[in-house]
């Protein structure tokens, strides 16, 4: 699968046109989900039939479970959890014998931890957000038929991996952390206030603060400046 494929019909008077998919999306901001919504939802046209949205990880798993959509499109970073704790709750759905509810990563992450951690949790693929919405659809429809779909810079990160009798590298910084910290770390890398970090978690500003002083701390660094160059040189930007 190659994000800049002309291969498939999807614009019009393609075989896809008269099949359906139905879909839910799962991303913390709003006006990216109604971007979504807006190129790949018209279902005459592209036979995808959103069925529903979430913003954080409680919401997704009530939403994949009461709907149970063929594709769930997840994006990586999500309050309360991630990706990975969407798929882990969702692991029932996707292990049924008949109609398995199937996930196709969407996210601006590109790191390779972030595709690994999908992947190993049960997401049968993993698309950038630069994709196209023609080719979008069409990553969609493959993996509701089982395929695997990715990036193409992104596959070599999957192949390598799972190739590997090795042992991943472990990264003993990272390791310090709870997943929540590792949650506001990649928010104050991003330029996040500590107010809009405690409305993304739901959380109190008070508890992002404790949090950046543990991550802090666990990392012997200075100042969010100093933490923002630590987390973009291991990508977790």
Same mark, same amino acid.
């Not at 969609?140 to 990160?157: E, I, K, M, T």
């Not at 590298?169 to 809009?196: C, F, H, S």
């Not at 802090?216 to 660094?221: F, G, S």
């Given at each position: 699968?190659?994000?800049?494929?002309?291969?498939?019909?999807?614009?019009?008077?393609?075989?896809?046109?008269?099949?359906?998919? /139905?879909?839910?999306?799962?991303?913390?901001?709003?006006?990216?989900?109604?971007?979504?919504?807006?190129?790949?939802?018209?279902?005459?046209?592209?036979?995808?039939?959103?069925?529903?949205?979430?913003?954080?990880?409680?919401?997704?798993?009530?939403?994949?479970?009461?709907?149970?959509?063929?594709?769930?499109?997840?994006?990586?970073?999500?309050?309360?959890?991630?990706?990975?704790?969407?798929?882990?709750?969702?692991?029932?759905?996707?292990?049924?014998?008949?109609?398995?509810?199937?996930?196709?990563?969407?996210?601006?992450?590109?790191?390779?931890?972030?595709? &690994?951690?999908? &992947?190993?949790?049960?997401?049968?693929?993993?698309?950038?957000?630069?994709?196209?919405?023609?080719?979008?659809?069409?990553?969609?429809?493959?993996?509701?038929?089982?395929?695997?779909?990715?990036?193409?810079?992104?596959?070599?990160?999957?192949?390598?991996?799972?190739?590997?009798?090795?042992?991943?590298?472990?990264?003993?910084?990272?390791?310090?952390?709870?997943?929540?910290?590792?949650?506001?770390?990649?928010? &104050?890398?991003?330029?996040?206030?500590?107010?809009? &970090?405690?409305?993304?978690?739901?959380?109190?500003?008070?508890?992002?603060?404790?949090?950046?002083?543990?991550?802090?701390?666990?990392?012997?660094?200075?100042? /969010?400046?100093?933490?923002? /160059?630590?987390?973009?040189?291991?990508?977790?930007?």
């Amino acid at each position: 699968m190659t994000e800049d494929a002309g291969t498939n019909e999807t614009d019009s008077g393609g075989a896809e046109e008269t099949r359906r998919v /139905r879909v839910v999306l799962v991303d913390d901001h709003r006006m990216f989900r109604a971007g979504v919504q807006a190129e790949i939802g018209e279902t005459a046209r592209t036979g995808v039939e959103v069925v529903g949205e979430a913003a954080d990880v409680d919401q997704a798993v009530t939403v994949i479970t009461a709907t149970r959509p063929e594709v769930v499109l997840l994006d990586v970073h999500l309050p309360g959890g991630g990706g990975v704790e969407v798929l882990r709750r969702c692991a029932p759905l996707m292990a049924a014998a008949e109609n398995p509810v199937r996930f196709l990563a969407l996210s601006v992450s590109d790191a390779a931890e972030d595709v &690994i951690g999908v &992947i190993r949790g049960g997401a049968r693929g993993y698309v950038t957000k630069t994709i196209t919405g023609a080719d979008l659809v069409h990553s969609v429809f493959r993996v509701q038929d089982g395929d695997a779909v990715f990036s193409p810079r992104l596959a070599g990160f999957v192949l390598d991996a799972f190739a590997s009798t090795d042992a991943p590298p472990v990264d003993e910084d990272m390791d310090r952390l709870t997943q929540r910290e590792r949650e506001v770390l990649r928010l &104050i890398a991003r330029g996040y206030a500590y107010k809009e &970090i405690a409305k993304q978690l739901f959380i109190s500003v008070k508890t992002v603060e404790s949090h950046v002083s543990a991550v802090l701390r666990k990392l012997q660094l200075s100042n /969010r400046h100093e933490l923002t /160059r630590w987390a973009t040189a291991r990508r977790l930007v």
